[in-house]
């Protein structure tokens, strides 16, 4: 039987090591300024996927060397070069008829409506139940966070 003292530190090591892995699962990224193949492996003779188009975001799972496997909005796993991609973060719409609003609030003033699958640039990085979200036609507000995949 293990000891109180024992006990107390392998369970904090184990919280510890949850913690840790679960902020690594929300490392985002974008697609940089050009496609990128996505593979089956860690490697350029892997079974080539799909392209990823520039600007798609990606959540990052895993590294290894030059590669990073990656989650797209709908869940597959691929990998793909890490120098392909971007630090700046984009979110896709997942719900259809997102409500891009002037301030972070139910009652504020609806600048545009996205549809599911638009891409919007994430400006303001920290979550909340609010994102700050700009258009590609440069309109800027505020979107639930719960609306968006990619943060």
Do not use: Q
């Amino acid at each position: 039987m293990l000891s109180a003292p024992l006990r107390l530190r392998l369970i904090a090591g184990s919280i510890l090591m949850l913690v840790s892995c679960t902020a690594l699962a929300f490392d985002f990224k974008t697609v940089g300024p050009r496609s990128v193949i996505l593979y089956d492996a860690p490697s350029a003779k892997g079974g080539k996927l799909y392209i990823a188009p520039s600007g798609m975001p990606v959540e990052v799972m895993l590294s290894y060397g030059e590669w990073v496997k990656v989650r797209d909005a709908s869940g597959d796993l691929a990998w793909t070069e890490a120098r392909g991609l971007s630090a700046k973060r984009n979110v896709i719409v997942r719900v259809a008829g997102a409500r891009v609003r002037a301030a972070p609030e139910e009652n504020a003033a609806v600048l545009m409506t996205a549809d599911k699958n638009v891409l919007l640039e994430l400006v303001d990085p920290d979550a909340g139940p609010w994102v700050r979200v700009r258009h590609r036609d440069g309109i800027s507000g505020y979107v639930k966070a719960a609306d968006v995949w990619g943060i």
